[in-house]
């Protein structure tokens, strides 16, 4: 085990000075992003390689130390050689350093990130599947966390195989650490449950790491299975009916999913060009499930960008695809997309009239028939959703009520959830004038933004701070402001 061979790094510790590990992991970040870099450095990171656990950082992470201290090398900052560290010498590979994937030995705990057996057992998000990721695995940068998330443990041969990333089938203990590229997948090829099994649990797995990360830096990484799965629906060689319309599912939640990361990272021209994909594939593929899903994102999607009347005519759409599917959770939630679109356009009479209809759904419960990708819609978001028709209604002192609620009833673990209602909340407390109830929110989301990345979230607490401005003498929201530009908390 690492920790039985463990020598404490004094040198990185020392270049720490008299930072806190979090401020320090901050800096990190802020570094990474000067060069183009996307990681996820904590506090928990920063101890780990101060304990000696970490003796050679991964590439992503080796260039950001090395722009932080130009002129010292990774022995300088008290790292050990990778090959020295692996027990092998250093050979030729396929790949270089600037490798978005760079390859990382899952075998040697020594190396970052470390070996965390719950990835790659097949986690789904909703409840009655198996292998749920431990709240306590570590945040690590996302070219990592995906590669893991998609690519490790039992299941490395079957995504290999699925996102034609090699040839024969070998077993996972002798498999070389794979890569999310995606190469063309040889044809005649024949598809079966392994390969569709594998597109399922990435988009559950993709979930999982939005649900606890945000979708920055998740976006691109993603669009790589959702290729090599439309690659799969190309080859067209599956064996029977229903692997063809499970893989196509498959496929069209993946798009849905890596629309959303898009969505929720500020590219919405990149949303609404996935979303459209998977409407597309509902359409061929007949599934009113699915094609519920599409227009239901496309109108929270439209709503965003100011387009409400296409918002409203989404949401219904989506409302006579799912009127048949039997779950009224999902109809719920396409009566609230509606609604978001009425207040946008400041129907006030539409708007209450589809919140009525959302409340009245929402209470018959769930069903065994509400779809697997709404496990996220509980009395949290019907609150959150709610306080978004009430702000663009102008009603900020409604909104706040609603947004105060969906904080209080969310799960801790649905860390990006929270940290977007908190947000929110704080925006609608300064808005309503509560200058330092929304300080107070506000605070509470930068305690999350260590391990929550979302330009959603960001933008929002940005507006807080906006709104605030001519508040700033008071000592709480002085506070609140002053840590905020601290952040460096992009707009």
Same mark, same amino acid.
């Given at each position: 085990?690492?920790?039985?061979?463990?020598?404490?790094?004094?040198?990185?510790?020392?270049?720490?000075?008299?930072?806190?590990?979090?401020?320090?992991?901050?800096?990190?970040?802020?570094?990474?992003?000067?060069?183009?870099?996307?990681?996820?450095?904590?506090?928990?990171?920063?101890?780990?390689?101060?304990?000696?656990?970490?003796?050679?950082?991964?590439?992503?992470?080796?260039?950001?130390?090395?722009?932080?201290?130009?002129?010292?090398?990774?022995?300088?900052?008290?790292?050990?050689?990778?090959?020295?560290?692996?027990?092998?010498?250093?050979?030729?590979?396929?790949?270089?350093?600037?490798?978005?994937?760079?390859?990382?030995?899952?075998?040697?705990?020594?190396?970052?990130?470390?070996?965390?057996?719950?990835?790659?057992?097949?986690?789904?998000?909703?409840?009655?599947?198996?292998?749920?990721?431990?709240?306590?695995?570590?945040?690590?940068?996302?070219?990592?966390?995906?590669?893991?998330?998609?690519?490790?443990?039992?299941?490395?041969?079957?995504?290999?195989?699925?996102?034609?990333?090699?040839?024969?089938?070998?077993?996972?203990?002798?498999?070389?650490?794979?890569?999310?590229?995606?190469?063309?997948?040889?044809?005649?090829?024949?598809?079966?449950?392994?390969?569709?099994?594998?597109?399922?649990?990435?988009?559950?797995?993709?979930?999982?790491?939005?649900?606890?990360?945000?979708?920055?830096?998740?976006?691109?990484?993603?669009?790589?299975?959702?290729?090599?799965?439309?690659?799969?629906?190309?080859?067209?060689?599956?064996?029977?009916?229903?692997?063809?319309?499970?893989?196509?599912?498959?496929?069209?939640?993946?798009?849905?999913?890596?629309?959303? @990361? /898009?969505? *929720? &990272? =500020? $590219?919405?021209?990149? #949303?609404?060009?996935?979303?459209?994909?998977?409407?597309?594939? !509902? %359409?061929?593929?007949?599934?009113?499930?699915?094609?519920?899903?599409?227009?239901?994102?496309?109108?929270? @999607? /439209?709503? *965003? &960008? =100011? $387009?409400?009347?296409? #918002?409203?005519?989404?949401?219904?759409?989506?409302?006579?695809? !799912? %009127?048949?599917?039997?779950?009224?959770?999902?109809?719920?939630?396409?009566?609230?997309?509606?609604?978001?679109?009425?207040?946008?356009? =400041?129907?006030?009479?539409?708007?209450?009239?589809?919140?009525?209809?959302?409340?009245?759904?929402?209470?018959?419960?769930?069903?065994?028939?509400?779809?697997?990708?709404?496990?996220?819609?509980?009395?949290?978001?019907?609150?959150?959703?709610?306080?978004?028709?009430?702000?663009?209604?102008?009603?900020?002192?409604?909104?706040?009520?609603?947004?105060?609620?969906?904080?209080?009833?969310?799960?801790?673990?649905?860390?990006?959830?929270?940290?977007?209602?908190?947000?929110?909340?704080?925006?609608?407390?300064?808005?309503?004038?509560?200058?330092?109830?929304?300080?107070?929110?506000?605070?509470?989301?930068?305690?999350?933004?260590?391990?929550?990345?979302?330009?959603?979230?960001?933008?929002?607490?940005?507006?807080?701070?906006?709104?605030?401005?001519?508040?700033?003498?008071?000592?709480?929201?002085?506070?609140?402001?002053?840590?905020?530009?601290?952040?460096?908390?992009?707009?």
């Amino acid at each position: 085990m690492a920790s039985s061979r463990a020598v404490p790094n004094l040198a990185f510790r020392r270049l720490r000075a008299q930072h806190s590990p979090g401020e320090f992991a901050a800096a990190v970040r802020r570094a990474a992003r000067e060069i183009g870099e996307q990681v996820a450095c904590d506090a928990r990171y920063i101890g780990r390689v101060e304990a000696g656990e970490i003796r050679c950082p991964n590439y992503a992470y080796e260039r950001v130390f090395l722009h932080m201290f130009p002129g010292l090398t990774l022995q300088d900052l008290g790292f050990r050689a990778r090959a020295e560290v692996r027990g092998r010498a250093a050979r030729p590979a396929p790949f270089s350093p600037t490798d978005p994937f760079p390859p990382t030995d899952p075998t040697d705990p020594a190396t970052d990130p470390p070996t965390d057996p719950t990835y790659g057992s097949g986690r789904p998000r909703p409840p009655g599947t198996a292998g749920e990721l431990s709240e306590t695995s570590e945040t690590h940068e996302e070219s990592d966390v995906l590669r893991r998330a998609f690519m490790t443990s039992g299941s490395a041969t079957v995504m290999a195989a699925s996102l034609g990333l090699g040839g024969a089938p070998v077993s996972a203990a002798a498999a070389p650490p794979p890569v999310l590229s995606v190469p063309a997948i040889p044809s005649p090829r024949r598809v079966g449950e392994a390969e569709v099994k594998s597109v399922e649990d990435a988009v559950r797995r993709i979930r999982l790491l939005d649900d606890r990360h945000g979708a920055d830096g998740l976006f691109r990484r993603a669009a790589q299975p959702l290729r090599a799965a439309y690659a799969l629906l190309d080859a067209g060689a599956t064996t029977r009916q229903s692997t063809a319309d499970r893989l196509h599912a498959g496929a069209g939640e993946l798009s849905i999913s890596v629309g959303w @990361l /898009a969505h *929720d &990272s =500020g $590219r919405l021209d990149d #949303a609404r060009s996935y979303y459209a994909e998977a409407l597309a594939t !509902a %359409r061929i593929a007949g599934d009113l499930a699915l094609e519920a899903h599409a227009f239901s994102n496309t109108s929270f @999607l /439209a709503r *965003d &960008s =100011g $387009r409400c009347r296409e #918002a409203v005519r989404a949401a219904q759409a989506g409302r006579r695809a !799912a %009127r048949t599917l039997g779950s009224a959770r999902l109809l719920s939630l396409l009566a609230l997309r509606e609604a978001a679109g009425w207040a946008g356009l =400041g129907d006030r009479a539409g708007c209450e009239q589809s919140l009525a209809q959302a409340h009245q759904l929402f209470a018959k419960g769930p069903h065994d028939a509400d779809p697997e990708w709404m496990s996220f819609f509980g009395e949290p978001e019907l609150e959150a959703q709610e306080a978004l028709c009430h702000e663009a209604l102008g009603d900020w002192t409604r909104a706040a009520r609603h947004a105060h609620r969906a904080t209080v009833l969310q799960e801790p673990h649905f860390a990006r959830n929270l940290a977007l209602y908190r947000a929110e909340l704080a925006t609608y407390l300064a808005r309503a004038g509560a200058p330092d109830e929304a300080a107070a929110a506000g605070h509470q989301v930068l305690d999350l933004l260590d391990e929550v990345q979302s330009s959603r979230i960001q933008t929002k607490l940005a507006s807080t701070a906006r709104a605030l401005l001519p508040q700033r003498r008071l000592p709480d929201v002085g506070g609140f402001l002053e840590r905020h530009a601290a952040t460096n908390v992009r707009a």
